[in-house]
T-cell receptor
């Protein structure tokens, strides 16, 4: 059972455009929703995270939108840059219980064209 | 400061062999996680340590997989009788506590021929 579904699998955006990646989860016990960025040959690195008590969180060019009733959350990258080209993973966990083991989505390969 | 390190970076082995993968977490981090990432997929949880004990090993695929963390710092993931399906990148992550950000190492790419 795939508990976190991510779309699209790949995304091509022009420089300066907005990149949008969507995720949906099934387990309502999840209470922590991070996004990770991964470059080839590297481990995932935390980009931004949100708890379900807020509907939006913004850090610089990165924004998470969270819809608890729909069990969906998304990452928006404003003013996308070629350096943002990477694979992005959404994840979910139960941070206050059960050790915070992350359940990842399948990933989105983002390419930002100059 | 030093991040999470993993050795070796690459490991090629033959089907049926035994392998050990090492993880050095960030100093002072009490929680340590192992994940497996198959090509083109997201990481999947294997096992988690809090201190020296395996707090949750529910993600280990079968009894060929085992992990230890004897002194609460370095951890070793051990795979017996390797199979071609074990080929993947094995990622280690550590965090200050279970409610803190997980920092990932670069992974060990395991190839079973």
């Amino acid at each position: 059972q795939q508990q976190v579904k991510q779309s699209p699998q790949s995304l091509i955006v022009q420089k300066g455009g907005i990149s949008i990646i969507n995720c949906a989860y099934e387990n309502t016990a999840f209470d922590y929703f991070p996004w990770y960025q991964q470059f080839p040959g590297k481990g995932p690195a935390l980009l931004i995270a949100i708890r379900p008590d807020v509907s939006e969180k913004k850090e610089g060019r990165f924004t998470i939108s969270f819809n608890k009733s729909a069990k969906q959350f998304s990452l928006h990258i404003m003013d996308s840059q070629p350096g943002d080209s990477a694979t992005y993973f959404c994840a979910a966990s139960m941070i206050n219980n059960a050790g915070n083991m992350l359940t990842f989505g399948g990933g989105t390969r983002l390419m930002v064209k100059p | 400061g030093a991040g999470v390190s993993q050795t070796p970076s690459n490991k090629v082995t033959e089907k049926g062999k035994y392998v050990e993968l090492r993880c050095d977490p960030i100093s002072g981090h009490t929680a340590l996680y192992w994940y497996r990432q198959s090509l083109g997929q997201g990481p999947e949880f294997l096992i988690y340590f809090q201190g020296t004990g395996a707090a949750d090993d529910s993600g280990l695929p079968n009894d060929r997989f085992f992990a230890v963390r004897p002194e609460g710092s370095v951890s070793t993931l051990k795979i017996q009788r390797t199979e071609r399906g074990d080929s993947a990148v094995y990622l280690c992550a550590s965090s200050l506590g279970i409610n803190n950000e997980q920092f990932f190492g670069p992974g060990t790419r395991l190839t079973v021929l």
